[in-house]
T-cell receptor
Framework: QQQVKQSPQSLIVQKGGISIINCAYENTAFDYFPWYQQFPGKGPALLIAIRPDVSEKKEGRFTISFNKSAKQFSLHIMDSQPGDSATYFCAAVYSSASKIIFGSGTRLSIRP | KAGVTQTPRYLIKTRGQQVTLSCSPISGHRSVSWYQQTPGQGLQFLFEYFSETQRNKGNFPGRFSGRQFSNSRSEMNVSTLELGDSALYLC?????????????FGPGTRLTVL
C-alpha cells in the first residue's frame, strides 16, 4: 500500500516532442504529489507538485495531470529539450506522517 | 543563500567498519531528512530530524542512526558496514517539518563498501 509505481524506466524522445512519465499509487492517504528532477552528480530538485484536489497543474513546459479516482498522475514535458535529459522521480507524501515515498525513477534522454 | 552541503562527497570503507556522514542545511532550515539512493531500490527514506528530535524513521536496520545538533546540522552514522550499504546518501533540508515543505537536496555522499 505504500508503493508508488513509476513507468517507463527509461524514455527517449526527440527534441521538440512530448515526454510523458506515469505514476500510480495505492494508498488514498497520500495528499501531496511532487515530481523531482535529478541531473548526474546532483541531488534531486523539486520540479512541480500537485495536491489531489486539483486535476492539472502547469508550470511552463511542465504539466502534472492527476486522476484521483484512478490513483494515477503523470508528468508531461512539452517541447522537450536536450537540457531536460535527466532522471525524474515522482513521489507521494503523507503530510501528517511526514513520510515521502518515491517512485523508482525514469531516465529521460532527449535526442537533438 | 548557500545550498545544502554534504561532506565528504566520496567515501570508501571496508565491511565491518563504521562511517559518519555530515549534512549542513540551508541557513534557517530546521528540518533535515536523509535518503539512501541505489540503482536497485531507488530513493528510500531513512529518517527526518526537526529541532534535534527524530520525527520519523524509515524501514532501515538499527545500524543506521542519526542526530541533529542545535545549529540544525545533522550527522548520519552507519555501523558494521555491509556491501549492500554502498549507495548515494542524500540529505535534504526544509524550513519546517512535514511533507508540504519543499525539500532541498544536497549533492550526496557516495559511499562504497569493499
Amino acid at each position: 500500500q505504500q508503493q508508488v509505481k513509476q513507468s517507463p524506466q527509461s524514455l527517449i524522445v526527440q527534441k521538440g516532442g512530448i515526454s510523458i512519465i506515469n505514476c500510480a499509487y495505492e494508498n488514498t492517504a497520500f495528499d501531496y504529489f511532487p515530481w523531482y528532477q535529478q541531473f548526474p552528480g546532483k541531488g534531486p530538485a523539486l520540479l512541480i507538485a500537485i495536491r489531489p484536489d486539483v486535476s492539472e497543474k502547469k508550470e511552463g513546459r511542465f504539466t502534472i495531470s492527476f486522476n484521483k479516482s484512478a490513483k494515477q498522475f503523470s508528468l508531461h514535458i512539452m517541447d522537450s529539450q536536450p537540457g531536460d535529459s535527466a532522471t525524474y522521480f515522482c513521489a507521494a507524501v503523507y503530510s501528517s506522517a511526514s513520510k515521502i515515498i518515491f517512485g523508482s525513477g525514469t531516465r529521460l534522454s532527449i535526442r537533438p | 543563500k548557500a545550498g545544502v552541503t554534504q561532506t565528504p562527497r566520496y567515501l570508501i570503507k571496508t565491511r565491518g567498519q563504521q562511517v559518519t556522514l555530515s549534512c549542513s542545511p540551508i541557513s534557517g532550515h530546521r528540518s533535515v531528512s536523509w535518503y539512501q539512493q541505489t540503482p536497485g531500490q531507488g530513493l528510500q527514506f531513512l529518517f527526518e530530524y526537526f529541532s534535534e528530535t527524530q520525527r520519523n524513521k524509515g524501514n532501515f536496520p538499527g545500524r543506521f542512526s542519526g542526530r541533529q545538533f542545535s545549529n540544525s546540522r545533522s550527522e548520519m552514522n552507519v555501523s558494521t558496514l555491509e556491501l549492500g550499504d554502498s549507495a548515494l546518501y542524500l540529505c535534504a533540508s526544509s524550513p519546517g517539518a512535514g511533507g508540504y515543505n519543499e525539500q532541498f537536496f544536497g549533492p550526496g555522499t557516495r559511499l562504497t563498501v569493499l
